[in-house]
């Protein structure tokens, strides 16, 4: 059986570009149980938010690419 990979062996590969421009803000509304679940994974990962969350959109963005081909 084929073992699934975690989210950390997922993200460990993916650089981060780096940002010559001012950043912008995103908001988004959570509740109290998903933002200590963000925080949580962040953490457990040895990333900040910002960094899951890019690290994560590539790689969503990397999988949508692919299943374009």
């Known amino acids: 059986m084929k073992k ?15 940002v010559t421009a001012k950043p912008k803000r995103i908001n988004v509304n959570v509740t109290p149980q998903e933002h200590a679940e963000i925080h949580e994974t962040a953490r457990a990962l040895g990333l900040s938010v910002t960094d899951l969350i890019l690290r994560t959109l590539a790689l969503v963005s990397a999988r949508l690419r692919q299943e374009k081909r």
Do not use: D
Request: hydrophobic share 45%; no cysteine; proline share 13%.
């Open 4 to 18: 699934k990979p975690t989210l950390e062996s997922l993200v460990a590969g993916i650089p981060l570009a780096s």
